[in-house]
C-alpha cells in the first residue's frame, strides 16, 4: 500500500493528543503476529489489484463490432478473444475480496476482543489497527475506480450472454473452465454493486456481530466511531492538518472515515446519522465539503448510495440536504 503517513489518526483521545494509536511504523507485538502476517500476506497484493483495475480498459470496441454484425465469425471470435482475458481479471479482483472479507474478520475479531475498550484495542494492537485502516483505504479506492469504469460490468454480461449461446449451439467455449455458472452468478452480483468491495465488507462486518452474540455490539461500534473521530479530528484542526507530509495523507484519512462511517452504519442498529450515533456526522461531511470536489465526489456518493440509514425518518433534514 502506498505510504501515506498514517500517523495522522494518531493523536486524538480527548485530552491526550498523541495517543499512538495506527502510528506510521507501527510493529505488531508478540500476540498480533499471526493475525498480522496473515493479513500483511492479502495487503501485499492490493497494490497490484488497484493497478490491473487502474489499467482496465474493456472490449467495448469489439464487443460492439460483433453485435452489429452477427453473421460475422471473424468479428465474433475476435470480441470473445478480448473479452476472455479481462473476465480472468475480473475473476481475480472478485478472489480478492473474499480473502479481503477474511481478512478483515480476522482483526475484527482482534480489535473488538473483551476485556479491553475499543481505544485501548487501537493503542495495544497499533499494527492491526493500521491495517484495518488500510484495508479501508484500499476498499475505497477500489470502488472509485470500478464506479467509473462502466466496461466492467458491460465485458461480464457479453462474456455471460454469449457462453450461454455456445452452451445452447454446443459450441466447446475456452475460458468457460475459468469461471463455471455458479461462480459467474456471484460475480454478476458483486459487480451490479455500486460499491463492490464496501459492500463485502459491510456485509462481513454485519456477520462478524451476529456470529459473536457474546461479545457487546458496542465492542465494535466503538472502534468503528473512534477510527472516525481520530480522521475527521485530524482533517479540521489545522495544527494537525499542517503536518501532513504529503496530499496522499489526506485522501487516506478521508478514505479510511467515510470507511469506518458506512461499516458503523451497517452495523449499528439505528446507525451513524441518527441523533444518538457516535460519529459526528455533520462534523465529517462538512470535512470532506472542504476538500477540492473533484477530489471527494467519490466519497460522498459513498456515503449517499452505499449507507443503511441515510434515508431514515430519524436522519435530520440537515444532514440529508448536506448530501444532497
Not at 83 to 91: D, E, N, R
Not at 267 to 288: Q, Y
Request: hydrophobic content about 35%.
Amino acid at each position: 500500500m502506498p505510504s501515506a503517513d498514517t500517523s495522522c489518526l494518531t493523536r486524538d483521545r480527548g485530552t491526550r493528543t498523541e495517543s499512538p494509536a495506527l502510528a506510521e511504523d507501527a510493529q505488531p507485538t508478540e500476540s498480533e503476529k499471526e493475525i498480522y502476517n496473515q493479513v500483511n500476506v492479502v495487503l501485499k497484493d492490493a497494490e497490484g489489484i488497484l493497478e490491473d483495475l487502474q489499467s482496465y480498459r474493456g472490449a467495448g470496441h469489439e464487443i460492439r463490432e460483433a453485435i452489429q454484425h452477427p453473421a460475422d465469425e471473424k468479428l465474433q471470435e475476435k470480441a470473445w478473444g478480448a473479452v476472455v482475458p479481462l473476465v480472468g481479471k475480473l475473476k481475480k479482483f472478485y478472489e480478492f475480496s473474499q480473502r479481503l472479507e477474511a481478512a478483515l474478520r480476522g482483526l475484527l475479531g482482534a480489535l473488538t476482543s473483551t476485556p479491553y475498550s475499543p481505544t485501548q484495542h487501537l493503542e495495544r494492537e497499533q499494527a492491526l489497527a493500521k491495517q484495518f485502516a488500510e484495508i479501508l483505504h484500499f476498499t475505497l479506492r477500489f470502488d472509485e475506480l470500478k464506479m467509473t469504469n462502466p466496461a466492467i460490468q458491460n465485458d461480464f454480461s457479453y462474456y455471460r450472454r454469449t457462453l450461454s449461446r455456445m452452451r445452447i449451439n454446443n459450441v466447446p467455449a475456452e475460458g468457460e473452465n475459468e469461471v463455471n455458472n455458479e461462480l459467474a452468478n456471484r460475480m454478476s452480483l458483486f459487480y451490479a454493486e455500486a460499491t463492490p468491495m464496501l459492500k463485502t465488507l459491510s456485509d462481513a462486518t454485519t456477520k462478524f456481530v451476529s456470529e459473536n452474540k457474546n461479545l457487546p455490539i458496542e465492542n465494535t461500534t466503538d472502534c468503528l466511531s473512534t477510527m472516525a473521530s481520530v480522521c475527521r479530528v485530524m482533517l479540521e484542526t489545522p495544527e494537525y492538518r499542517s503536518r501532513f507530509t504529503n496530499e496522499e495523507t489526506v485522501s487516506f484519512c478521508l478514505r479510511v472515515m467515510v470507511g469506518v462511517i458506512i461499516l458503523y452504519d451497517h452495523v449499528h442498529p439505528v446507525g451513524a446519522f441518527a441523533k444518538t450515533s457516535k460519529i459526528d456526522m455533520k462534523g465529517c461531511i462538512k470535512v470532506l465539503k472542504d476538500q477540492p470536489p473533484n477530489s471527494v465526489e467519490g466519497l460522498l456518493n459513498a456515503l449517499r448510495y452505499t449507507t443503511k440509514h441515510l434515508n431514515d425518518e430519524t436522519t435530520s433534514k440537515q444532514i440529508k440536504s448536506m448530501l444532497q
